[in-house]
């Protein structure tokens, strides 16, 4: 089993609607993180979370929320989904400043 | 904010091949990283280095942080069909709530057989 899994791993929804991609982790680590990855772009913090009780915006947080449910589980959601957010997705966990550890990717299309 | 540029963007190599590839950045880092991306998957870490002037191996693998910390390079020895994804150079700066890992925009690596 992967110590960080994402679910689902593939999505296509349409403009507007309400979506949310899943990441729990079993590494125990205090850190979690979403990335978005973009051809030739390549890895964008969106947020990131250094305990349950801690959210904080990366440099493209627009359009995103996130929620952290438990040490292991840190959700992102797009309220209204648009086509420039079609990308793959990436959650991420570490312990210290230094690691990070990725999910298999999500990938979500909005058509 | 800080930026890394990650060159060259590809590379088309035979198999037994040496290959190199550097980031560079306008700031300082205290940490460089390097991770490899193979089709489907998440990045997974290569090598991390933690101190100016370091040069560190893993197997075929050699990175190196530069001496002035704006800089580290990446070179593989005797390229294998499976060495085949993208590379991206990681900065990272330690500590506060500005925590943030830059990434370069990635090297895609073909290796002909």
């Known amino acids: 089993d992967a110590d960080v899994t994402q679910t689902p791993r593939n999505r296509i929804t349409k403009t507007g609607k309400r979506i949310m991609l899943e990441c729990s982790q079993t590494?125990?680590?205090?850190?979690m993180y979403w990335y978005r990855q973009d051809p030739g772009l390549g890895l964008r913090l969106i947020y990131y979370?250094?305990?349950?009780?801690?959210?904080n915006k990366g440099e493209i947080s627009d359009g995103y929320s996130v929620s952290r449910q438990a040490q292991a589980k840190f959700s992102l959601s797009l309220e209204s989904a648009i086509p420039n957010q079609t990308a793959l997705y990436f959650c991420?966990?570490?312990?210290?400043?230094?690691?990070?550890?990725f999910g298999q990717g999500t990938r979500l299309t909005v058509v | 904010g800080q930026q890394l540029n990650q060159s060259p963007q590809s590379m088309f190599i035979q198999e037994g091949e040496d290959v190199s590839m550097n980031c560079t950045s306008s700031?300082?880092?205290?940490?460089w990283l390097w991770y490899k991306q193979d089709p489907g998957e998440g990045p997974v870490l290569l090598i991390a280095?933690?101190?100016?002037?370091e040069l560190t191996s893993n197997g075929r693998l050699t990175a190196q942080f530069g001496i002035t910390r704006k800089d580290s390079f990446l070179n593989i020895s005797a390229s294998i069909p499976s060495d085949v994804g993208i590379y991206f150079c990681?900065?990272?700066?330690?500590?506060?709530?500005?925590?943030?890992?830059?990434f370069g925009k990635g090297t895609l690596l073909t290796v002909n057989p």
């Open positions: 991420a966990t570490g312990q210290t400043d230094t690691e990070a550890f």
């Open positions: 590494k125990g680590h205090d850190r």
């Open positions: 979370s250094f305990d349950v009780k801690d959210i």
């Open positions: 700031s300082i880092f205290n940490t």
């Open positions: 280095l933690y101190k100016a002037g």
């Open positions: 990681a900065g990272q700066n330690s500590g506060g709530s500005n925590y943030k890992l830059t």
